[in-house]
């Protein structure tokens, strides 16, 4: 009876031992798997655009000869790619007269723009009295 009861307890430490070691392999192998699933996440780093506005203002004053102020989001992210529009318009009046639209292309927030004209509200013409 000593010898069974001997070999039970031999048998159950060995059991144990084995849940303990595959627990611990499971949970090994499913954390990898997790890391592997998830995607790293890439951080967005935002840029002021001051520079872009006071460089778009300063070119256009001069091209155009009166004075003009560019709105551009205040922050943009510096990935490269990124675009975005500023409005430009004549500070007299407040009337926008064109569209910059810039590119940021290098890896320090380098960029560069163009501009357009501003389309021009059509007309809408009121039908003649009958």
């Given at each position: 009876m000593k010898t069974l009861v001997n070999v039970l307890l031999g048998l159950i430490a060995v059991a144990v031992v084995a849940a303990?070691?595959?627990?611990?392999?499971?949970?090994?192998?499913?954390?990898?798997?997790?890391?592997?699933v998830a995607p790293?996440?890439?951080?967005?780093?935002?840029?002021?655009?001051?520079?872009?506005?006071?460089?778009?203002?300063?070119?256009?004053?001069?091209?155009v000869g009166i004075p003009l102020a560019a709105q551009c989001p205040k922050e943009v992210s510096d990935k490269i790619g990124t675009t975005f529009r500023c409005n430009v318009r004549r500070t007299s009046d407040d009337r926008r007269l064109a569209i910059a639209k810039v590119t940021i292309n290098g890896p320090r927030g380098q960029?560069?723009?163009?501009?357009?004209?501003?389309?021009?509200?059509?007309?809408?013409?009121?039908?003649?009295?009958?």
């Open positions: 303990v070691v595959l627990f611990f392999t499971t949970r090994n192998a499913e954390e990898e798997a997790n890391e592997a790293p996440t890439e951080k967005i780093v935002y840029i002021s655009t001051k520079g872009v506005v006071t460089s778009i203002e300063r070119r256009l004053t001069a091209k960029y560069k723009w163009t501009s357009k004209p501003a389309p021009r509200p059509t007309a809408t013409a009121t039908p003649a009295p009958s």
